[in-house]
């Protein structure tokens, strides 16, 4: 009962008093409503782009609590909370304020890379001072971290406090010492991988145009973290299909094959591809893959009308312990190893599982 009252609230239509308030004090009043109650993410950016010339996200939000105090905003928690102190009435008013001073948004710098911190634990949480990076990808980190951050925001200007909350366990902002405006950013780059994957999915998957081009947006900054990640490859293809855009989803869809992606089964299924059917290409594509995998020359192309499941989730993979490690897995365990994937009993295992094929072990670890 309580899940079912809970969803009514939150699909109710709510109403808005704005106060936008200047730097002179000045006052202005708007007055919107929604059909569902937002989150804290979609209302900032329904203010982006509703008062494009009066609102950004560095502004000062508040609103009047049962005391008459006026309580700052800036999370998910605690725009919550305000909807529970404002249960009674369906109109919620806020104070949007701009109290001059200093914004991120205004900075004329870039970013600056201050450097890695590589976690050197292994598996077994055994410290392994060997284990490193390639430089070659550290140097492409370092130019892909802060673009794909930048690439959050609509201003293109990274504002750190006001980070939306799908980063929230990713960043953690950190206050030099000394006299100084600036901030540190401590970024975990495979958490941003991950939350980055999963907003694309989660964006790719409301039907919503709008939200399939920041999806895209996303699968394409993923691969600037990650060249060459079939998954992430083939889920472009997807946002392309779904867009229109048979001519670059078929191009993503080869690389995502070139890239080890081989699930034939879920490809036929995928009804987001469902516009590339009868593209010579695509059948080319299956025919290929099939041959691979040892099914049917012909497979069946029929559409699916049962809604597709993304490529998510890691196939669970069962690891027995070998018994020698092959002389023929030398370098490719070298590879992982370099790589910082350390545990060498789970990559052998690995490696049996997918036949010696590196790209499909590296993908799902």
Known sequence: ???????????????FKLYFVNKEGGT???RI???????????VET?????????????????EDNDKDKIVVTSELEWQEMFNVNSSTSLVKLWIEDKGGLYFKDAKEQPILQG?????????????PEKQYP?????????????????????????????????????TVRHPTGDTQ?????IDVNKLFDAMYRRALDLLNTGDQEDRLKSKKLFTDLLSLSPGHANVTYNLACVESLLGNVTDAIAQLTKAVQFGFNNLQHMM????????????????????????????KNPELKPVVSPSTKVEEKKEVKIEKPSEISQAHGEKLKILNEMGFSDQKKNVALLCQFDGRVNDVITYL
């Open 269 to 296: 299924k995928d009804t987001d591809l469902e516009p590339l059917r009868e593209h010579p290409e695509y059948k080319e594509i299956i025919k290929k893959l099939a041959a691979e995998s040892g099914e049917q």
């Open 47 to 63: 203010l982006q782009k509703i008062y494009p010339n009066q609102y950004h996200p560095e502004l000062r939000i508040r609103y």
């Open 182 to 186: 600036d901030v540190d950013l401590d």
């Open 135 to 171: 430089s070659e990808a550290l140097e492409r980190l370092s130019k892909a971290v802060p673009e794909c951050l930048q690439g959050v925001f609509k201003s293109n200007k990274i504002l750190p406090y006001n980070l939306p909350s799908w980063l929230d366990a990713v960043i």
């Open 1 to 15: 009962v309580r899940d079912r009252m809970e969803k009514k609230t939150t699909d109710a239509p709510v109403s």
């Open 28 to 30: 202005t009043i708007h």
């Open 33 to 43: 409503s929604t059909k569902t109650r937002p989150t804290w993410d979609q209302f």
């Open 116 to 128: 890695f911190y590589v976690d050197n634990k292994d598996n077994n949480n055994n410290t392994n």
